[in-house]
């Protein structure tokens, strides 16, 4: 199982994005491509990285009627990403028919990933707005082994929630985990976060890094800062 730090590309042209990746010239970093780059730019930014040798993360966590999943599904794998994900919030039909949309003829497909409950998304407005009364570890659990038993390969979580993932859902049931930064780097927005290291500590399968290599003097020694302490 290959795990990995992916960096977060939350760049908003073709120009930054590119100028970025250009300082890695010895190593193919995985790539996350959010919605605002992929609006900004469209398909062809994906097949531009990927044609560079980068694995993508292709991160636009679907929501709709089955069908309608199953069918951009479809279109996503025929693109060649390596990783993508879907609100785990539209059902076990609608995460089958997205494993369907997404199997290639030759029964290849990239990795599908759940996004559980937000991180934005708290207790309080899980009761009150979206009328959920359970304790929301429990809610992000349970959607976690809905994921699994529909046939996802993980989901996206903390990576202080890891090690109960891996409990709850089987050590092979993947865990994609931002919320990551150095022990003497900025936190940022992040509420909840935690060092490569200990995030390979508690078992994370992918890291999903975005400032504090985008942000850094120097992104490369960011990166191989990051590899060092997840991989070893
Ligand atoms: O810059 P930073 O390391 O905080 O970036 C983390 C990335 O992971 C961003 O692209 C952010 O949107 C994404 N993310 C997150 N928390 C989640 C889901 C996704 O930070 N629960």
Redesign the pocket.
Known sequence: MGKDVII?C?FSSRAEVMSFLDRFTDEKPYV?I?MELYYAEGPEIVREIKARGHKIFL?LKLHDIPNTVMKSMRVLSKMNVDMCNLHAAGTAAMMEAAIKGLTREDGTRPLLIA?TQ???TDEERMRSELLIDKPIDEVVMHYAKNAKSAGLDGV?C?PLEAGKVHEACGCDFLTVT????FADGDV???ARVTTPARAKEIGSDYI?????I?AADDPVAAYKRCMAEFIG
Do not use: I, N, Y
């Not at 931002?178 to 930064?181: A, D, I, K, L, Y």
């Not at 999903?208 to 504090?212: A, I």
């Open positions: 977060a939350d996350k959010g991160d996004v937000l991180t934005s996206v903390s931002p919320g990551v930064r940022g927005d992040q999903v890094v975005g400032r504090p985008t």
